[in-house]
């Protein structure tokens, strides 16, 4: 026998020597794939995560990785970076092993010695890898690559080797995952290439496959992030080493073996998707339904909803939409248990924008089964969510009713009950008893700050509560939207009904209709315009005979004029008052006029932004003679239009005027701003973030000469904009453009607006300035951009 494998089956009899020892309940919970155990036993060691060692934190930070509670995972890995950076690394947790059995330790710590010749495992990997993990999860691939890339760099003592091999596994696994979800497919491709290339054992010429089940499970993941289904089947029935077959057959079962609910559960659950995607239906059925009867699988956040996800689409290939609608429902579940605790607003959007496709087979499925009330109902919780989700990040109201001291500490009694038991489910009584505290919580910030509680506590309308909140004389349309699928549900004060259109190249023709628009002496609009009119509102003509419309849009609708849609015999406007709502759920928290409330108006025209480039020489004299309709009014221009002027005296005014600039950002919506002028106190960029901390009491705001973006339309409903910040700061109507307005036409349009608006209908006060200002200035550019949202009256 060589020296060289004399060594290695020494170094093996160690290793199981060590590998005998009774195992701390924590280590066999992380084996186990027993995430929500482990979570428990962590958190009853760590009381406070800024004393705790890296032996004790290492593991609960696992445990939150797994089981998606980035609201705990962020400050575990926050602190466990400060410990290493201090130089506490170990993650062997040998007090532990102590307690579990004190021979048994020492035989453990001896065998690791001689086997690696160190009784400790560096936590600096493992440390980037969480963070990896976490930010493929949240959206944010780049990060996930950079914090990939540090892990597969680093280098262990002499005799690591293998754990070396190990984390750059990992490591490269998660770096092709990441690549593959941003579009970099060469990269994404790399990173597998670079994987086959290392050797599953060290030392390489030994046939044991010592590692292949993570390497062969990363390459998969790679795959199947591809969509190269195919290729992932073969890398996952090509590697057939199986640690839970093999301690299986020492325990009696192989589901409850060392290993398996770490390493085996994921394999399984990708072999199951290539057979799903390569067409073995049966096969990938009978695979899931065996994983789902498991409680490790309710504990791995990463495949739970989608083994739901991918049931409920079996289901469908199998002509049992009922049993996918339930299917689907479980997965919503557990994707809503995991957004709930996302602190960030770029987070939530990210973790959202992947999983969209289980709302839309939904809510399909429901529609399909014609039971459209549930349909509607979904597609209010998913577009509602989408502007919770990011004022659910803000801790910082402004609470408008109530006790403010009282208001907060409700608003963090509900979240932190609410998110607590959304993830503990297999504690019922702890579950019911936390369901019942952030029930509670919710009654009396309700109570105490109702506009506050909407936007936080998630509470969508039931399809009756919105029907009861809609005029008799208005239609409200809504549409959903999501790929070539397009549905829109009329729904009156009487009824529901609800259409499927045609979704195909929508945007594109939006952005011909934007982009024909612009071309002020051409009638070329009229083409596109007829289409979209014949897309989107011919096929319900039938059934809007009252003359008032809400319409709820839905991805690039948003960025739709539906007044210039023409229908061959006009334009929609011609016929109909029009107003536009972020989801129908917000009419129950609109706010209305008061008696007794501030009057009068505050204008702003063309701030000075310090660049000649961006003045706008008719907003100025536009404030003036907006600001002139109104009694109790006052115009600020110029260097006096400051941000500051604005958050100091906004309060007092019941119509807000701005025409000035406006930035939007599709990739970081809070960031979008109204340009005012800036002083020494503001920086002259008035934020929706900033918006959402405001009280205004303004019946109506009205942004003249704001652009939203030309063509950004990517984000759709994940995008919150500058008119639900105001609805959100206290606003009942907002007047805003779809683009940036020629300001010589719109101050016409204004000023006939205000001229219009003492008649007290706020949409028709705006139907009429359009037409007017149309016989002016024909081509729609110069009147269709302006939009009522909110409140009418």
Request: aromatic residues 8%; proline residues 4%; neutral net charge.
């Amino acid at each position: 026998m060589s020296g060289l494998a004399r060594k290695f089956l020494i170094s093996l009899a160690l290793l199981a020597a060590g590998c005998a020892a009774p195992l701390p309940e924590k280590e066999k919970a992380w084996m186990g794939g027993r995430f929500a155990e482990m979570q428990r036993i962590g958190e009853a060691e760590v009381t406070d995560l800024r004393t705790a060692n890296t032996a004790k934190l290492y593991y609960l930070c696992l445990a939150y990785t797994k089981l998606k509670r980035y609201d705990k995972l962020f400050p575990c890995i926050d602190q466990l970076e400060r410990n290493v950076a201090r130089g506490d690394k170990n993650i062997k947790d040998w007090d532990a092993y102590e307690k579990a059995s004190p021979g048994g330790a020492a035989a453990a710590k001896f065998g690791m010695a001689m086997n690696l010749g160190t009784t400790e495992i560096d936590a600096t990997p493992t440390l980037h890898l969480m963070r990896a993990e976490a930010m493929i999860d949240l959206g944010d691939h780049d990060a996930a690559i950079e914090q990939s890339g540090r892990a597969s760099q680093w280098k262990g003592p002499f005799g690591m080797e293998i754990a070396e091999r190990t984390f750059r596994y990992y490591a490269l696994g998660y770096m092709g995952v990441a690549y593959a979800l941003k579009g970099d497919r060469a990269n994404a491709l790399k990173a597998a290439q670079t994987m086959e290339g290392i050797s599953e054992c060290w030392p390489p010429a030994f046939p044991i496959p010592c590692q292949g089940t993570e390497k062969y499970t990363g390459l998969a993941k790679i795959h199947v992030a591809l969509g190269d289904f195919a290729k992932a089947l073969d890398v996952i029935q090509r590697h057939d080493f199986n640690a839970g077959g093999l301690f299986g057959a020492l325990t009696g079962s192989e589901t409850d073996a060392p290993w398996w609910g770490w390493l085996q559960l994921p394999k399984q659950f990708l072999l199951n998707k290539g057979l799903l995607e390569t067409g073995r239906i049966k096969e990938a059925k009978e695979g899931y339904d065996k994983l789902l009867k498991l409680p490790q699988t309710r504990d791995n956040g990463e495949i739970h909803w989608l083994i739901l996800y991918d049931r409920g689409r079996i289901a469908i290939k199998e002509g049992n939409a009922r049993e996918a609608i339930e299917f689907f429902r479980q997965a919503i579940e557990v994707i809503e248990r995991q957004r709930a605790t996302i602190n960030t607003e770029a987070s939530k959007i990210g973790f959202v924008g992947s999983k969209q496709s289980v709302y839309r087979d939904l809510i399909s499925a429901l529609f399909g089964e014609r039971r459209h009330a549930e349909a509607f109902e979904y597609v209010e919780r998913a577009k509602s969510r989408a502007l919770v989700d990011m004022l659910a990040a803000k801790q910082d109201f402004s609470i408008a009713t109530g006790n403010a001291a009282q208001v907060r500490a409700l608003l963090a009694m509900a979240t932190t009950a609410e998110a607590e038991a959304r993830v503990q489910l297999d504690e019922k009584a702890d579950v019911s008893r936390r369901r019942d505290t952030a029930s509670r919580a919710k009654k009396q910030l309700g109570e105490q700050a109702p506009e506050l509680a909407s936007l936080v506590s998630v509470s969508h309308l039931s399809t009756d509560e919105i029907r009861a909140r809609i005029p008799a004389d208005e239609v409200l349309i809504e549409y959903y939207r999501d790929g070539d699928e397009l549905i829109a549900f009329v729904v009156t004060s009487q009824d529901l009904r609800a259409v499927r259109l045609d979704g195909r190249n929508l945007e594109t023709d939006i952005l011909e209709f934007r982009a024909a628009l612009t071309e002020v002496k051409s009638p070329a609009h009229l083409e596109v315009s007829k289409r979209l009119y014949g897309r989107l509102i011919a096929p319900l003509e039938g059934m809007l005979a009252r003359p008032n419309l809400l319409i709820v849009a839905h991805g690039a609708l948003h960025y739709l004029p539906f007044n210039a849609l023409h229908g061959g015999r006009g334009y929609l406007v011609e016929r109909h008052r029009i107003r536009m709502l972020p989801s129908a759920s917000v009419l129950k928290y609109l706010r209305s006029s008061r008696p007794g409330k501030a009057a009068g108006m505050l204008a702003f025209g063309n701030p000075d932004l310090g660049d000649p480039r961006l003045e706008l020489r008719h907003a100025e004299a536009e404030a003036v003679a907006v600001s002139g309709t109104v009694p109790k009014s006052r115009a600020l221009v110029r260097s006096q239009a400051t941000e500051t002027a604005f958050k100091r005296f906004g309060q007092g005014f019941a119509y807000l005027h701005i025409a000035s600039h406006g930035e939007f950002d599709p990739d970081q919506p809070l960031r979008s701003a109204l340009r005012l002028a800036k002083d020494a106190e503001n920086d002259g960029a008035l934020t929706i973030g900033e918006l959402y901390s405001l009280r205004l009491d303004a019946d109506l705001v009205t942004l003249s000469a704001c652009e939203t973006g030309l063509g950004k339309i990517s984000n759709g409903d994940d995008m919150v904009g500058l008119t639900r910040g105001f609805l959100y700061a206290g606003s009942g109507s907002i007047v805003a453009s779809l683009w940036k307005v020629d300001d010589l036409a719109t101050a016409h349009l204004m000023t006939r607006f205000y001229a219009h608006l003492a008649q007290g209908d706020r949409r028709e006060a705006l139907r009429a300035a359009q037409l007017e200002t149309r016989s002016k200035y024909p081509h729609p550019f110069y009147w269709a951009a302006f939009q009522l949202t909110g409140n009418a009256r």
